[in-house]
């Protein structure tokens, strides 16, 4: 079968620096083809370049048929291809059908037809089986779940052949991606090309056909998901096979440095817990279960209302960040863009953030604390925004290391960065462990949290439900996170 | 076809619940001020509500309105205007020296005077898209350029205006001034196209984020461009109002007033969000009634200036907290 979609030898340049060097990329109707690579690797560079928001320096986009040019994100559209971007592009105050329709609202009468527009809305929601979205409902009142639904919604709206998805999981929790899963199957069983760009290589393997491996801009493998190991995928994408990944766990346990002791707050009960210097503890459990509420509340954001806390066997009231940072626990949140950095400021600035902020104006060798976390950045003085998300996560390491924590609370440190950057958080929060702090990592991902952890605390419903040793498998985690015994 | 028939319903429920929208809040501040005024004149033994009252307020209301209408569509973009107050100073010498008593002059006057402040929001809106400035110093710089004109150009009021215009400023039905008639209609007409046109979506959408705009085919520049010149345009209908009530131009007719801030609070505290993509005409209509209102009781309680001017802050202080609060409480679910 002929191809909708067929780039040839293209190639892009920046600046001078070439980003894509003569590479191929077939889409098929009713497959999904995986498109992975490290960040820097190109993958976004030729997804714009096929969704018509870069121009090829060679190379020729073949649609249908025939070779196109597209001067625009909107002829692109035009021609049938959407893109579903990593950071959701919707208006949170606007209704589900208008953000479907924006930019094409249809018109009756010199009005728009609201009728319509929810109407059209409902059916393509109906298609694919998501009948709990209402057309009229804004869209900040959805899950974040629901809202790549709508996104979805929104390039079927414009008879998309070909989507594109950038990231899709990234926002997403365990159960979420399920969805999601079902919802590609959908597209891809409804006759659609699907181009899927991920880190993660379970989602690859589980929803692709097809895979293309970049590496530095240049096509490293393109194969049939089938012929290819996960392990081949990794070595090929970074050259480094995937169980090297983790580090060796802790040797010894040393002395408890945070204890909590019947905590509660309006969304947690009775959390028990201790860290001790030199261990990773890994948290684990379903969105909502109240990981990141363990960690807010450790963190003085969401405090704790009820309970004992001791830091270094010392009690402690921990109400605010302010009061967490000057007992020694960090937090690395989240929400690295929203929470973790000033996007707009330097690497300086943003490493000696908290230094500042909690400690005063005492000068700090940064630049040996940038190299201790390998930050690669064009100088001390680059604004952060222009760091690829890896390095971004390694200046807010740096920012707490700056201020020698005891304690580091880790949300999602490795979320949407790439597999070289996630090696190097690894490694960097081993030797933070090794040198005596106290470590707390959550993680959606399971293998990583398994890997990375020497023993593992599961919660329920805004409770511990368990603790389980190093190494244990995926299916007592989840046993454990859904209710069950371990 | 039948299983969406029998979902719809279940759709509709669920998500229509009653909640109290800004618009809403806003108007019910209105009743409370007005109740709350007509007890506190009639304790002095005034009536705050009666022929002379209403038509203080509506007068007081209606250049304001107009004013701030327009300042509305720009806030929506999440753009701004500062330089409406000396635009209308301008315009009003425009209008008047033009017309210079003439009868026959009156419909070029106009012409040209609503021509010309076309052109200001013009600039304004080609210097924040094309030149990428801010539109907080794009605005101010026009506004100074205006200032720097009229400083050099006029010592006092210019130009006289014929009888046959001063209609427009002067005539009533009943106790309801034609000019307020005039805003409220303009009122009424951006409002449908605010919420019933493709434009008007599309000022919503660059207003809530201009980056998924352009991302969805949206020209956002132009959007921007034509909210700015429709802004002037209102400023230059405020300016011809003014005219006709006092007879000639004056320079200083718009920052007398501080038509510029007292505008923009106005939107605000009709709850428009400052940084664009919520609110609306309706509710902007609502704040410039609570001002005029304002203005209008402290006048009858022989209030200070100086207590008028703490009341007024702390009342668009206390309404935008409150808006800020209620956005809280949807973040948090």
């Known amino acids: ?486 | 076809m039948t299983a969406t028939a029998t979902r719809q319903p279940v759709r509709r429920h669920g998500t229509r619940k009653f909640r109290l929208t800004p618009t809403m809040s806003v108007y019910i501040a209105l009743v409370v001020l007005l109740v709350a005024g007509s007890v506190l004149v009639g304790m002095r033994g005034g009536v705050l509500l009666d022929h002379g009252g209403i038509l203080n307020i509506l007068t007081r209301g209606t250049v304001l309105g107009l004013v701030a209408i327009g300042q509305t569509m720009v806030i929506l973009t999440g753009s701004l205007d500062l330089s409406v107050a000396y635009l209308i100073g301008l315009c009003s010498l425009i209008a008047a020296e033009t017309m210079a008593g003439d009868p026959g002059m009156i419909v070029p006057a106009v012409l040209l005077t609503i021509g010309f402040a076309a052109v200001v929001g013009l600039v304004n809106g080609l210097v924040i898209t094309a030149l990428k400035v801010n539109a907080f110093i794009a605005t101010l710089g026009v506004a100074l350029i205006i200032r720097g004109y009229l400083e050099n150009t006029y010592t006092g009021p210019a130009g006289s205006v014929p009888r046959g215009f001063q209609h427009l400023g002067y005539d009533r039905i009943g106790p309801i001034p034609v000019s307020t008639v005039v805003m409220l209609v303009l009122a009424v007409i951006v409002w449908w196209y605010l919420t019933r046109t493709k434009g008007g979506y599309h000022v919503y959408a660059v207003g809530g984020d201009e980056e998924v705009a352009r991302l969805s085919g949206i020209r956002t520049g132009r959007t921007i461009v034509t909210m700015h010149v429709l802004c002037s345009v209102m400023a230059g209908l405020a300016a011809l109002f003014l005219v006709s009530r006092l007879g000639s131009g004056a320079p200083y007719v718009g920052t007398d007033a501080g038509y510029d801030l007292e505008s923009i609070a106005a939107v605000v505290l009709g709850g428009t969000l400052l940084s664009g993509g919520r609110g609306g005409v309706a509710g902007t209509i609502g704040g410039v009634l609570i001002l005029a209102t304002l203005d209008t009781i402290f006048d009858d309680l022989g209030v200070t200036p100086f207590l008028k001017d703490v009341v007024r802050g702390a009342v668009l202080i206390v309404a935008v907290a409150l808006y800020a609060r209620s956005q809280l409480a949807r973040r948090a679910r």
């Open chain 1, 1 to 486: 079968m002929a191809p909708i979609v067929r780039m040839s030898g293209i190639s892009k340049q920046f600046l001078g620096v070439t980003v894509l060097k003569d590479v191929d990329l077939d889409l098929h109707g009713g497959e999904v083809h995986a498109l992975v690579g490290e960040n820097g690797a190109g993958k976004s560079t030729l997804m714009k370049v096929l969704a018509g928001a870069h121009r090829p320096d060679t190379g020729s986009i073949v649609l249908n048929g025939q070779e196109v040019s597209f001067a625009s994100p909107r002829d692109a559209q035009r021609a049938g291809i959407a893109i579903v971007h990593q950071e959701l592009t919707l208006l949170p105050d606007r209704s589900v059908a208008e953000n479907v329709h924006l930019g094409r609202e249809p018109v009756r009468r010199g009005q728009v037809d609201r009728r319509r527009m929810e109407a059209d809305t409902a059916d393509l929601l109906d298609r694919l089986g998501e009948h709990g979205i209402a057309p009229r409902t804004q869209v900040r009142r959805l899950p974040v779940a629901q809202q790549q639904v709508v996104e979805i919604v929104k390039a079927l709206s414009m008879d998309a052949r070909v989507i594109a998805m950038d990231e899709p999981t990234a926002a997403l929790a365990d159960h979420e991606v399920e969805l999601l899963y079902d919802l590609v199957d959908r597209l891809r069983s409804s006759g659609i090309a699907v181009l899927y760009v991920s880190h993660r290589m379970r989602e690859v393997f589980d929803l692709s056909q097809r895979i293309t491996v970049l590496k530095d801009g240049t096509l490293v493998t393109s194969t049939r998901t089938n012929q290819i190991t996960q392990d081949q995928v990794v070595r090929a994408m970074v050259g480094r096979p995937l169980d090297t990944m983790f580090p060796d766990r802790a040797k010894t346990r040393g002395t408890v440095r945070l204890a909590v002791r019947g905590g509660g707050n309006s969304r947690l009960h009775d959390i028990s817990l201790e860290l001790s210097a030199g261990e990773i503890v890994g948290l684990a459990g379903l969105q909502g279960a109240g990981r990141s509420a363990v960690a807010r509340a450790l963190c003085g954001v969401d405090p704790l209302t009820t309970g004992e806390f001791e830091v270094d066997g010392q009690p402690v009231r921990v109400r605010s960040p302010r009061a967490a940072i000057r007992h020694g626990i960090a937090h690395v949140t989240e929400d690295r863009k929203g929470e973790g950095l000033a996007l707009r400021q330097s690497v300086h600035d943003n490493t000696m953030l908290v230094r500042n902020a909690a400690f005063g104006r005492r000068r700090i060798d940064v630049e040996r604390l940038l190299r201790s976390v390998r930050l690669v950045s064009r100088g001390t003085d680059q604004e952060v925004r222009y760091l690829s998300g890896g390095n971004q996560q390694k200046v807010v390491l740096a920012k707490w290391l700056a201020v020698n924590p005891k304690v580091l609370v880790a949300d999602e440190p490795t979320r949407g960065i790439d597999v070289g950057a996630k090696k190097t958080v690894y490694e960097l929060l081993r030797e933070l462990a090794d040198s005596g702090v106290a470590i707390l990592m959550i993680s959606s991902e399971l293998p990583e949290l398994i890997g990375m952890s020497d023993r593992i605390l599961v919660m329920h419903d805004g409770r511990l439900a368990g603790e389980l040793p190093a190494g244990s498998s995926e299916e007592a985690v989840m046993s454990l996170a859904t209710g069950g015994q371990a």
